[in-house]
């Protein structure tokens, strides 16, 4: 059974293992610098749908399917499914997953999702209540556009702190009793709110969040920086990445040689005018499930942080002048002998 340790980490005993994973993207993403690495991209992005949220949705189950056959499992053999993703009551999710018949867990974790989701989906698997568990979450950038910002064809100016809403989604599938990279703890983050009201600086808003949890992990587990292969933020894009090594180094906390930023790894800056980066729920879901989990078969990576940063606003927050609260949970996965 899992046992806490220190104040907000998790040690998972059973360690529920990562027997198949798959990301599906949209073309932009696909002519990045690991565009090779995805499973499948869609050229139009609409993933033969009429609308773009549609898209999403369809989007949600072709890679949930895919994680599922990539794995050597039937849909029939899932026990559970966790999964969110940024539209409003979280229908990409809901919607995208209605025909697969499997018991279904929504969260919301704004862009934090796809680490939030894995989390819940080892505490069950650890706990016994599931043998198998897919967790998954999207993100769209033409139907999070039309909620969050302008319709596309406002054709609004970007401010140079603006991150570009990846197109993709990520889907992991977990077991028991294998012999593959595991979920070896996990973190739930705090809510952090440092009064950033700019809905187009999340970078900025969600910093403090992934500073916090990585200073609770380390002292929770005794750990340093230097004990992981690397760390992987989830999308806090070239802004959010500075502001994320300042806060760790007042804590006398340097992560700037073991750190990369999935939002910063997703896009070619220049080339592909992204301004801060990459975002959205699928950006640290696609990179998971494709770049970081390939050098884990390669050998290149065998003890790692994933941390997937969330900004917790809605469009009727902004509109009301409300702050951006921050969350960032973390996720350490690990090669373990059994």
Known sequence: MAVRIGKRTILLKNKPSIIGYASIVGKKEHEGPIGDEFDDYDEDCRFGEK?????????????????IKKSGLKETDIDCIFAGDLLNQCIGSSFGLRELGIPFVGLYGACSTMALSMSMASIMLDGGGAKRAVALTSSHFCSAERQYRFPLEYGSQRTPTAQWTVTGAGAVVLGEGYELPCINAITIGEIEDYNITDANNMGAAMAPAAAATLKHYFSDTGTSPDDYDIIYTGDLGYVGTELLYELLEREKIDIRCRHNDCGMLIYDKEGQDVHAGGSGCGCSASVLCSFIMHRFESGDFNNILFVSTGALMSPTSTMQGESIPGIAHLVNIKKIDK
């Open 51 to 67: 609308t773009f949220e549609k898209a999403e949705s369809r989007l949600q189950t072709n890679t949930a399917r895919l994680a």
